[in-house]
Every structure is written in structure tokens, then in C-alpha cells.
């Protein structure tokens, strides 16, 4: 049965950082929100697209040619192989992010966190 997300409530059940959570399923994708604060490390996912949208604060979505910055509202989609390293440099940033089912989110499986459903 369909139900709504309210994402402020999500938010609320959690405190770790760079740690997903899973907000919703479709389609075989992962709706998943985070809390970050500094920088993330280098690394790309060689099977899927990523989505990025900032729900609040500011991050910097780093590539090796350029820099995005971003602020809440803002969404980026990083394409499947590319490599890129979100910073939250200024303070917590809330973000949503969408995957494909499984994929780790440190684009290696031995050293990825698992989304924890809320």
C-alpha cells in the first residue's frame, strides 16, 4: 500500500554520518537519505547513475576536471563510471540520494555501508 515520506521524520531517527538510510523503494532503485559533514572519499559506480539531491545545507560534488557546488534544492546526476567525491565542508548536509538496488555507496562492496531501513 502506498503511504507518504515525510522526510524531516526520517531524518530525525538518526545521527551517523556517511551512513544511508533507506527512505523508499521503486522500481528496483533505493531511496536513500543521509546526513554528511566533510569530505567522502574518491570512487565511481561502474553499473548505474547516481542521484544527488540536497535537501539541506551545501556540498560540493567533486569530479577531477571541476567542482559543483550545490545548495538545498539542488540535484546532480553523476553518470555510471564517472568518478566523484561529495564534501560537506561547511556543516551537515541532509541529503536524498537514488541507486540502484544494492549498489554500494562507496562503489566497493567490501567497504560499503549498508543502507539500514528506517
Same mark, same amino acid.
Given at each position: 500500500? *502506498?503511504?507518504?515520506?515525510?522526510?524531516?521524520?526520517?531524518?530525525?531517527?538518526? =545521527? @551517523?554520518?556517511?551512513?544511508?538510510?533507506? *527512505?523508499?523503494?521503486?522500481?528496483?532503485? @533505493?531511496?536513500?537519505? #543521509?546526513?554528511?559533514?566533510?569530505?567522502?572519499?574518491?570512487?565511481?559506480?561502474?553499473?548505474? =547513475? &547516481?542521484?544527488?539531491?540536497?535537501?539541506?545545507? &551545501?556540498?560540493? $560534488?567533486?569530479? %577531477?576536471?571541476?567542482? @559543483? *557546488?550545490?545548495?538545498?534544492?539542488?540535484?546532480?546526476?553523476?553518470?555510471?563510471? /564517472? @568518478?566523484?567525491?561529495?564534501?560537506?565542508? %561547511?556543516?551537515?548536509? %541532509?541529503?536524498?540520494? $537514488?541507486? #540502484?538496488?544494492?549498489?554500494?555507496? /562507496?562503489?566497493? &562492496?567490501?567497504? *560499503?555501508? %549498508?543502507?539500514?531501513?528506517?
Amino acid at each position: 500500500m *502506498a503511504s507518504k515520506v515525510t522526510l524531516s521524520d526520517k531524518f530525525a531517527l538518526f =545521527d @551517523e554520518q556517511w551512513a544511508p538510510r533507506l *527512505a523508499a523503494r521503486y522500481n528496483g532503485n @533505493e531511496v536513500r537519505i #543521509a546526513k554528511v559533514e566533510g569530505e567522502f572519499h574518491w570512487h565511481s559506480h561502474p553499473d548505474t =547513475d &547516481e542521484l544527488f539531491l540536497v535537501i539541506e545545507g &551545501e556540498l560540493d $560534488m567533486e569530479f %577531477k576536471d571541476r567542482t @559543483e *557546488a550545490m545548495i538545498a534544492g539542488d540535484l546532480i546526476v553523476v553518470p555510471k563510471g /564517472t @568518478e566523484h567525491r561529495p564534501c560537506a565542508r %561547511k556543516g551537515e548536509v %541532509k541529503l536524498l540520494v $537514488m541507486d #540502484a538496488d544494492g549498489t554500494p555507496n /562507496t562503489g566497493d &562492496e567490501a567497504t *560499503a555501508s %549498508k543502507p539500514v531501513e528506517l
